[in-house]
């Protein structure tokens, strides 16, 4: 494998931090010669256990090169985004003796990235981490100034605003990522184009029938990560600890994402549960007059063609989950708030949604 200086760079100004996101294919030689030249006092690595299955000769790799103080690895399931391994990860971490000038080196799925993320930190008031994602959905949403892990079933409720100092998202890793997992990646990357960017939308709708039917040999992922990252990364600049609003609107279908994860007790994947909430949100604005049916169906059209679900895998309890609803994050004085689409490329947040209206959705959506 030969070292690559990958072209495509994105550099999102934070407060106080500027994040470099590399996207590329064939960056690890480059990446780990990289940390090399960095004066670290020592690494400690973060591996997806799943991940180490198919790429044992990277994690030996970094062992030689970087000698980390640690190898840590992660279960990639929703426990592991808990108190219960935060503890037993800072327990690895003091034992290892890493100190303030050491650097995390994440490598796995969007639960490596958040687990290894909110413990950087947090960690002696915070340290330095490079992450490394391995699926479709942690390269196309990559981590962006936040981080979180849950609180039993309530999902995402403790967090930090940090970023990586470095993110390297190298597509070839999506080689060996089972179909399932490239449709929950695209449901992310279809809301970046839905929320922001028709151009974004029409493209997704151009590419998306053959890669779905060829994702192996799909080449040009990396304009697509490369893209949606762009698009993420400039919601979050200008309002990077979501004071004005304007992030929100990455939370399209997040809000009933949310409350979905959690009644399912996290059988329910995110990637899945983000298209059903954008799914839901859409039929709350068709219903309410301010979508278009031509949008409507262009959405429902990105969804479908990415084999992400339609309908609820099990009944659901309609009071149970407009309950929780008010308890989200962007909802406010029990008044659920929504974001939702005005047209394809624009959204926009409605207040005080009306629970009827909610209802009325969700029930299209029972099995
Ligand atoms: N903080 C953020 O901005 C942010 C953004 C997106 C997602 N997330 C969080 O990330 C989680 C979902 O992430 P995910 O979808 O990556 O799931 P995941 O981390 O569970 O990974 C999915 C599966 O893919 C496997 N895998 C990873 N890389 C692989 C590869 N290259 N080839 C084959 N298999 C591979 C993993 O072992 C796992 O089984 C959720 O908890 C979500 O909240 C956070």
Not at 57 to 79: A, H, T
Not at 238 to 258: I, Q, R, V
Not at 343 to 357: A, D, T
Request: charge should be positive; proline fraction near 4%.
């Amino acid at each position: 494998m030969s070292s690559k200086n990958p072209k495509n760079k994105i550099s999102i100004s934070l407060p106080g931090k500027s994040q470099k996101i590399f996207v590329g294919s064939n960056l690890l030689d480059w990446v780990i010669k990289e940390l090399s030249l960095k004066r670290y006092s020592g690494f400690i690595v973060f591996y997806d256990k799943n991940f180490l299955k198919i790429y044992k000769d990277l994690l030996y790799k970094l062992d030689q090169k970087l000698k980390p103080l640690d190898i840590i690895l992660v279960e990639p399931n929703e426990n592991s985004k808990s108190f219960v391994f935060l503890n037993f990860a800072l327990d690895r971490c003091t034992k290892a003796n890493l100190n303030r000038r050491g650097c995390f080196i994440a490598l796995g799925g969007g639960i490596v990235g958040d687990v290894a993320g909110f413990l950087a930190s947090v960690y002696m008031r915070g340290i330095d981490m490079v992450f490394i994602p391995t699926t479709l959905m942690a390269q196309g949403d990559t981590i962006i100034n936040k981080v979180a892990i849950s609180h039993k079933l309530i999902k995402n409720i403790i967090g930090s605003f940090y970023s990586p100092n470095i993110t390297v998202c190298d597509a070839d890793f999506l080689q060996s990522l089972p179909e399932e997992e490239i449709s929950l990646g695209l449901s992310e990357i279809i809301k970046h184009a839905l929320i922001y960017s028709k151009p974004f939308a029409d493209h997704l709708l151009k590419v998306l029938p053959l890669i779905m039917s060829h994702p192996k040999i799909y080449d040009r992922w990396n304009e697509i990560i490369f893209k949606s990252i762009k698009i993420k990364g400039a919601f979050v600049e200008k309002d990077p600890c979501d004071e004005l609003g304007t992030h929100k609107g990455l939370s399209y279908g997040h809000t009933l994402a949310n409350a979905l994860e959690g009644l399912s007790e996290f059988n329910l994947r995110h990637g899945e549960a983000v298209a059903l909430g954008m799914r839901i949100s859409a039929t709350i604005s068709h219903s309410m007059g301010i979508l278009s049916t031509k949008d409507f169906e262009t959405q429902e059209k990105l969804l479908n063609i990415a084999k992400l679900p339609s309908k609820f895998p099990y009944f659901i309890e309609l009071d149970h989950i407009v309950s929780l609803l008010r308890k989200d994050k962007i909802s406010s004085h029990n008044e659920i708030n929504l974001v939702i689409l005005e047209k394809i490329g624009k959204h926009r947040i409605i207040k005080n949604v009306n629970e009827k209206i909610i209802k009325n959705a969700l029930i299209k959506f029972q099995p």
